[in-house]
């Protein structure tokens, strides 16, 4: 079956500082591996994708994301973080299945401070 | 392009009365998908349809809920009758093949 772990309910980072948020996948076949973020009473906004190719993906407002396939592992990570970052992040993952689900982590909680 | 439109944005009823969250989902989009957020169980997917044609519906907590897609540029959720647990924020999400998903605002149902 698959499903995604974001294993940190919270993250706190002093702005300026790398941020990383955690995520680790289980799926069979090739992932298709995403990363979204959720503002304050607003909807999920995109932030990156995996599909396939280099395992550094870039995407909005500066963030990448790392592959790991032998740890199955997908990372959010920023170089110097924004208060302006602080949201609920969520990794979601689509199994090579055609399907058009996403199975979705619980969220982890960026909080920048100042 | 205007998004995922959802309505109303904003929902406060009493229970035991019929409820009806409206999607449009972007134009040319084939997949919609209705989801549930609450702070309890985070994000649930409830259903979805592929080309108008409901594809997955597990995710329906039970008969109360039934959604509809009666043609590519429109889709409802209905909970009838509601109840004080059915409170939580609904979003709508489209996607074009099996990219990513768009979602809409969201509707803050809440039942009293």
């Known amino acids: 079956a698959q499903s995604v772990a974001q294993p940190e309910d919270q993250v706190n980072v002093a702005e300026g500082n790398p941020l990383t948020v955690k995520c680790t996948y289980s799926v069979s076949g090739n992932p298709y591996l995403f990363w979204y973020v959720q503002y304050p009473n607003r909807g999920l906004q995109f932030l990156l994708k995996?599909?396939?190719?280099?395992?550094l993906v870039k995407g909005s407002y500066g963030f990448e994301a790392e592959f790991n396939k032998s740890q199955t592992s997908f990372h959010l990570k920023k170089p110097s973080a924004l208060v302006s970052d602080s949201a609920l992040y969520f990794c979601a993952v689509r199994g090579s299945s055609n399907t058009g689900k996403l199975i979705f982590g619980q969220g982890t909680t960026l909080q920048v401070k100042p | 392009d205007a998004g995922v439109i959802q309505s109303p944005r904003h929902e406060v009823t009493e229970m035991g009365q019929e409820v009806t969250l409206r999607c449009k989902p972007i134009?040319?989009?084939?997949?919609l998908f209705w989801y549930r957020q609450t702070m309890m169980r985070g994000l649930e997917l409830l259903i979805y349809f592929n080309n108008n044609v409901p594809i997955d519906d597990s995710g329906m907590p039970e008969d109360r809920f039934s959604a509809k897609m009666p043609n590519a540029s429109f889709s409802t959720l209905k909970i009838q009758p509601s109840e004080p647990r059915d409170s939580a924020v609904y979003f709508c999400?489209?996607?074009?093949?099996?990219?990513?998903?768009?979602f809409g605002p969201g509707t803050r149902l809440l039942v009293l």
């Open positions: 999400a489209s996607s074009l093949n099996v990219r990513r998903q768009n």
């Open positions: 134009s040319g989009h084939d997949y």
């Open positions: 995996y599909i396939t190719g280099d395992n």
